[in-house]
């Protein structure tokens, strides 16, 4: 199985500061046949489930603000908040949709206002 | 629009067995290469995945999971439903379903771009 591991767990950052949240993977989810990596990034407030942010790895959803932009290739992935609003206030899990079963998410990084 | 909604119990005893429906609207069960998934989450934890069936019928399961877990589909009633048996308090969680699709042919699964608002479970006697 592939194990996604996020850093920091919880992060605090001041409104209109970066955000930068990490995700290891203990394999490549770059995918040799197209050079994609099988990376998706989910926000989850409280009593919501999550919604997508960012799929193979940089590429935003539909109706996501610019703010959020995702990074990074091969085991290595970064999501990045350039200027934080008080409404970013959330757990951030990534996800590898590169070898399955099983599908795998990381443990989730919560992010507070300062 | 895509919508999906689970429904079933509120409250399971231990060893029951539950049964949770997923029904969607805005999109067909039978659409190449689209998949739905269940993926459930204890009280303050991380998302886990439990099964996904696909179009084709292929399904799978969460390796440790995998005795205890039957995924179906009823593509007449745009329905996905998963069993769980020999429920414990440890599976006490919000249960989500959540749709995604593959992209490239051989693609094995995918990003998940519409989930369900969850329906959450307690194991209780």
């Known amino acids: 199985d592939i194990v996604l591991t996020q850093s920091p767990d919880s992060l605090t950052v001041s409104l209109g500061e970066r955000a930068t949240i990490n995700c290891k993977s203990s394999q490549t989810v770059l995918h040799s046949s197209n050079n994609k990596n099988y990376l998706a990034w989910y926000q989850q407030k409280p009593g919501q489930p999550p919604k997508l942010l960012i799929y193979w790895a940089s590429t935003r959803e539909s109706g996501v603000p610019d703010r959020f932009s995702g990074s990074g290739s091969g085991t290595d992935f970064t999501l990045t908040i350039s200027s934080l609003q008080a409404e970013d206030v959330a757990v951030y899990y990534c996800?590898?949709?590169?070898?399955?079963?099983?599908?795998?998410f990381g443990q989730g990084t919560r992010l507070e206002i300062k | 629009q895509v919508t999906l909604k689970e429904s079933g119990p509120v409250l399971v005893k231990p060893t029951e067995t539950l049964t949770l429906t997923c029904t969607v609207s805005g999109f067909s069960l039978s659409y190449p290469r689209m998949g739905v998934s269940w993926i459930r989450q204890p009280p303050g934890k991380a998302l886990e995945w439990l099964a996904h069936i696909f179009s084709n019928d292929e399904k799978s399961y969460s390796t440790s999971l995998k005795s205890r877990l039957t995924i179906t589909k009823d593509t007449s009633k745009s329905q996905v439903v998963l069993t769980m048996t020999n429920m414990d308090p440890v599976d006490t969680a919000t249960y989500y379903c959540?749709?995604?699709?593959?992209?490239?042919?051989?693609?094995?699964?995918?990003?998940?771009?519409?989930w369900g608002q969850g329906t959450l479970v307690t194991v209780s006697s």
């Open positions: 996800q590898q949709y590169y070898s399955t079963p099983p599908i795998t």
């Open positions: 959540a749709r995604t699709q593959r992209e490239y042919y051989y693609d094995s699964s995918g990003y998940y771009y519409a």
